[in-house]
């Protein structure tokens, strides 16, 4: 019995000795532990922070019925719309050929006036299929002259002679000027073609 109540207490002892060790490097280790508590207790805040914000701006992209900017989005989408066609239905059948291109030279609508005028279809007009109503003298010059003008993001003007697919020669000038976003970057150019008087 003696024996076994020495060695009871030496465990405690043990005991107690390791307990006095895990206090001292917990009271070493104190800072360290509060600085990680506090960075991952300031992540959470700050997470929180993140979805609330996130979750107005999900709002925000929502139509509501009015007052979201996807509606108010939605509003100049439809508007913008319904410039183009009215401008394309004014310009239809104007006194001139009138024609669109994007930034990279490629047209991309022409009017009735410029469909007359060279005896062809919109479809053979669209793209690069202009440069087939330039007559063949002229046609390299012309074709040279507009890529110049798109490589540099100017206006375009030149003289040339236009021929219809039956063989009729008309002489035309043709004139673009850029359309430019708010950085001044082309983004279209929009132009005219018609006979030299």
């Known amino acids: 019995m003696e024996q076994s109540l020495s060695s009871l207490i030496l465990t405690a002892g043990g005991v107690a000795g390791g307990l006095i060790s895990i206090y001292k490097l917990g009271q070493i280790l104190k800072p360290y532990v509060k600085r990680i508590f506090d960075s991952m207790f300031g992540t959470r805040k700050l997470l929180e922070q993140l979805n609330k914000r996130l979750e107005e701006i999900q709002k925000e992209v929502r139509p509501n019925g009015g007052s979201s900017m996807r509606d108010v989005i939605n509003r100049v989408e439809a508007m913008i719309l319904i410039q183009d066609q009215r401008q394309r239905a004014m310009v239809a059948d104007a006194e001139h050929g009138i024609f669109e291109a994007d930034a990279s030279g490629r047209?991309?609508?022409?009017?009735?006036?410029?469909?007359?005028?060279?005896?062809?279809?919109?479809?053979?007009?669209?793209?690069?299929?202009?440069?087939?109503?330039?007559?063949?003298?002229?046609?390299?010059?012309v074709d040279r002259e507009w890529a110049q003008a798109i490589a540099e993001e100017r206006e375009f003007e030149s003289e040339y002679t236009a021929v219809t697919p039956d063989g009729e020669e008309k002489r035309v000038i043709a004139r673009s000027v850029k359309m430019s976003d708010m950085n001044g970057r082309a983004i279209g150019y929009f132009g005219t073609v018609k006979p030299v008087q």
């Open 107 to 141: 047209c991309t609508h022409v009017n009735r006036t410029y469909c007359r005028l060279v005896g062809r279809t919109p479809q053979e007009l669209l793209g690069y299929g202009w440069i087939n109503s330039v007559a063949a003298e002229d046609r390299e010059r």
